[in-house]
């Protein structure tokens, strides 16, 4: 079971950006879809982004859409989330996850892996 660990979370002023990142470790990373996803403050984890094993297939929800672009790095076991032109209510606990199924992911519920999450402050 491949393990999960963010970084690169902080606060930052709206407009800002950030680059999320996320390395895997214990399993054989090129197999996996990838996904990040957020929780907000008081509120439900939601998906963000996913990709592909490949990176030929990215999907993001409307709401980071233009703003947010999911890459992975697989000879370096890393998945980005780079966040353009960030919003108050882009504030949350951002999280990556990994599993084999793209379907798995895109589910957001029972995936294979979970990171423990980076947070991500931004003031208006």
């Known amino acids: 079971q491949v393990q999960l660990q963010e970084s690169g979370g902080g606060l930052v002023q709206a407009g800002g950006s950030l680059r999320l990142s996320c390395v895997a470790s214990g399993g054989t990373f090129s197999t996996y879809a990838l996904g990040w996803f957020r929780q907000p403050p008081g509120k439900e984890r939601e998906m963000v982004a996913d990709?592909?094993?490949?990176?030929?297939?990215?999907f993001y929800v409307d709401s980071v859409t233009g703003r947010f672009l999911i890459s992975r790095d697989n000879a370096k076991n890393t998945v980005y989330l780079q966040m353009n032109s960030l919003k108050p209510e882009d504030t949350a606990v951002y999280y990556c996850?990994?599993?084999?199924?793209?379907?798995?992911?895109?589910?957001?519920?029972?995936?294979?892996?979970w990171g423990q999450g980076t947070q991500v402050t931004v003031s208006s």
């Open positions: 990709i592909s094993w490949n990176g030929g297939m990215t």
């Open positions: 996850a990994a599993d084999k199924s793209l379907l798995a992911i895109r589910g957001g519920g029972d995936v294979e892996s």
